[in-house]
């Protein structure tokens, strides 16, 4: 009965929300290059305002780079790189950068950590504490304001770093594998928390993971990437609800086609042995 009832709300939402918005980032072309390694090759992609886009694909294929020159970190050795229609430039300050790492500062207190890019932007104390309450509250972590990250579990550690990413109200989130140190549970409850900040927000998210259910699970749209350099296989859409169970949407067959689909999809690297 309850599979029953997700195929229902997936067959209610086949169109993806994201079609009518506006293009925010865009890849043209995009080569770069580390000296002799070549990180990417030709890749063209665009991402759509409120779009969850999830990166998938063997590890060295370029991933991580598409992330750092959306930052602003480097640019491309060939193509541009737009964001809002202008080329992105050092550092792309609309954009929030999530690593597999909180790095958290240990002598701070979780609500001195999430204050840090406040206490950047020059804000009042009341403003601080005002916006560091809200975060608190926003991500589940009232009442350990004054907690240190030792003295926290790894999904709240987890939930403070997000709350000091969204402190600045950045447009367009960026994860590289946050998850990737958490058990299954602690990563399904981490999911769920990211789908209902992120649709709360209306974010643009690119978000790196080599968990295909992950991938699946999260996304609007899921990009699969192949060989090294990297390059784009395929582009697969996710027609799953906005608002959709993460707990529930295992079971729901049209999830479970699309995971196998990136299965075989990445099957030709698997046997290659990228890694």
């Not at 890849?27 to 779009?51: I, M, Y």
């Not at 958290?104 to 207190?109: D, P, S």
Request: glycine content about 6%.
């Amino acid at each position: 009965m309850q599979a029953e009832k997700v195929d229902q709300m997936v067959a209610r939402s086949a169109a993806p929300h994201t079609e009518a918005k506006p293009e925010l980032v865009r890849f043209d072309a995009v080569s770069k290059s580390f000296g002799a390694l070549q990180a990417v090759r030709d890749v063209s992609l665009s991402v759509r305002e409120g779009e969850f886009l999830t990166l998938v694909g063997p590890s060295g294929c370029g991933k991580s780079t598409l992330l750092n020159m959306t930052a602003g970190l480097f640019a491309p050795t060939e193509g541009t790189v737009t964001y809002g229609g202008v080329p992105v430039e050092p550092y792309n300050q609309k954009v929030g950068y999530m690593t597999q790492s909180d790095h958290l500062l240990h002598w701070r207190t979780v609500a001195r950590n999430i204050a840090v890019p406040l206490e950047i932007a020059k804000l009042s104390r009341g403003e601080i504490r005002d916006r560091v309450d809200e975060l608190l509250d926003l991500v589940g972590l009232t009442g350990f304001g004054d907690h240190y990250p030792s003295e926290l579990s790894g999904g709240m550690r987890k939930r403070c770093a997000l709350a000091r990413l969204l402190a600045y109200d950045p447009e367009t989130l960026l994860f590289d594998e946050p998850f990737a140190a958490l058990d299954a549970q602690l990563r399904l409850k981490m999911q769920m928390e990211i789908r209902r900040i992120v649709a709360q927000l209306n974010k643009t998210v690119l978000f790196v993971t080599h968990d295909l259910d992950e991938a699946v699970a999260l996304a609007d749209r899921c990009v699969v990437f192949s060989g090294r350099p990297g390059t784009i296989s395929e582009v697969l859409d996710i027609p799953l609800p906005r608002e959709r169970d993460l707990f529930s949407i295992r079971h729901n067959a049209q999830y479970v086609q699309l995971t196998a689909r990136l299965w075989d999809e990445m099957a030709p690297s698997a046997a290659a042995g990228e890694n």
